[in-house]
């Protein structure tokens, strides 16, 4: 799925263009680390079985009881709420189940379609980090937004 939307993901993620069968294998396998660390994990997103995408949390700060999503999906399969559908999913699983205070989504400022997804679930922008991240030849922008548990109580009834 890397391979035939390369171009695509290569807009917004930096690790796209360079993505090889190795680097695919070694973020399998730090994802089922970070799951055996109770830090979190990623998984698939499928449409009709073939998997067109994936999401997860980074790192969970228990301390703080905090964590970030992040998502990518198959230009092909965007506009059908696939995404939507399991950012809530996972927010509401943070939330409710492991009781966390605070999720936070970050979106290239220019990622019109990703920034849209927290934005219909409710969270709140929270300001722009300039410059945050290096892809390509170029550095992008991130427009910050997360979600208190109290406010997804609020809007979750």
């Known amino acids: 799925m ?14 796209a263009a360079g993505q090889t069968l190795e680097n695919t294998l070694e973020f399998i ?4 680390r970070l799951l ?15 998997i067109v995408g994936t999401l997860g949390f980074h790192r969970i700060d228990w301390e703080n009881r905090s964590t970030s999503i992040g998502y990518w999906i198959a ?7 696939i995404v939507t559908r399991a950012v809530h999913a996972l927010a ?22 990703s920034r849209a997804i927290p934005a ?15 892809v390509g030849d170029r550095f992008v922008d991130h427009v910050v937004y ?11 009834r």
Do not use: K
């Not at 396998?29 to 089922?32: K, L």
């Not at 509401?92 to 379609?113: M, P, V």
């Not at 997360?146 to 979750?156: Q, T, V």
């Open 2 to 15: 890397v391979s035939a939307n390369r171009e695509y993901l290569a807009q917004w993620m930096p690790w």
């Open 75 to 81: 230009e092909s399969s965007q506009g059908h709420g």
């Open 92 to 113: 509401d699983h943070a939330f409710r189940i492991w009781e966390l205070n605070r999720i936070e989504i970050r979106a290239g400022r220019e990622n019109e379609r």
């Open 36 to 50: 055996a660390d109770n830090q979190g994990f990623q998984t698939a997103i499928t449409d009709d079985g073939r």
């Open 120 to 134: 219909r679930l409710g969270f709140q922008e929270e300001g722009v980090l300039r410059q945050a991240e290096h």
């Open 29 to 32: 396998r730090s994802t089922r």
């Open 146 to 156: 997360a979600m208190l548990a109290e406010d997804w109580r609020m809007i979750s």
